[in-house]
């Protein structure tokens, strides 16, 4: 069974500039998560889909992030204009809705000079 | 909001002995479920025991077992025969089974094992 899938595994970008997050969750798994997790820190979530319509987006800084999950399968996490607190790995998550663990991708590293 | 604490930012191990990872949590549901995640430096996150709250039973994998205590909300991981291996940054998580079934992850705890 492939695992969730993310990319890129790394970017660095300047503050102000804008970036994008792909991830690909477990096949059949209905819902899926972000998460900043910022060095030394737990993951904090960000938004929660469960198929493509949002549950909980209270902690998504919404005015320079954003996200969507348009057919309910692959979701892409967008950030304009980034700042340097943003620096941080972004985390997608999967879990099988109502039931279960999270299934975590590798993550992507962002680093915004 | 449920909230979930580690209050050991860091431990130490030595190797082939037993270590006790502690977590508290806060919640007014009865039913919900638990979970150890484990972070190796620069690797991905992988779940390693989970317990159900209507479950008294403690959850074990191999040589890693929980102390449930549901009416103290506490919820330690305990790793036995601690190997080189089990170094990691380990997070305790709460899952509730309300709608939404939210996550809320603890800080974490930073576990060294000295050959």
């Known amino acids: 069974e492939a695992g969730v899938a993310q990319s890129p595994r790394y970017k660095i970008i300047e503050k102000r500039q804008s970036v994008a997050f792909w991830c690909n969750p477990i096949s059949g798994h209905a819902t899926l998560y972000w998460y900043q997790q910022i060095l030394g820190q737990g993951p904090k979530l960000l938004i929660q889909?469960?198929?493509?319509?949002?549950?909980?987006d209270s902690q998504l800084p919404k005015d320079r992030f954003s996200a969507e999950r348009l057919k309910g399968v692959d979701s892409t996490l967008k950030i304009q204009p980034a700042k340097l607190e943003d620096s941080a790995v972004y985390l997608c998550a999967s879990s099988l809705a109502g039931i279960g663990e999270q299934f975590f991708g590798p993550g992507t590293r962002l680093t915004v000079l | 909001a449920q909230t979930v604490t580690q209050s050991q930012p860091e431990m130490s191990v030595q190797e082939a002995e037993t270590v006790t990872l502690s977590c508290t949590y806060d919640t007014s549901e009865s039913d919900y479920y638990l979970f150890w995640y484990k972070q190796p430096p620069s690797r991905q996150m992988i779940l390693v025991i989970r317990?159900?709250?209507?479950?008294?039973q403690n959850a074990t994998e191999n040589r890693f077992s929980v102390n449930f205590q549901k009416a103290a909300k506490s919820f330690s991981l305990k790793i036995s025969d601690s190997q080189l291996g089990d170094a990691a940054m380990y997070f305790c998580a709460y899952r509730s089974t309300n709608t939404g079934n939210q996550f809320y992850f603890g800080t974490g705890t930073s576990l060294t094992v000295i050959p």
């Open positions: 317990q159900e709250a209507y479950k008294q």
């Open positions: 889909f469960q198929n493509n319509g949002v549950v909980d």
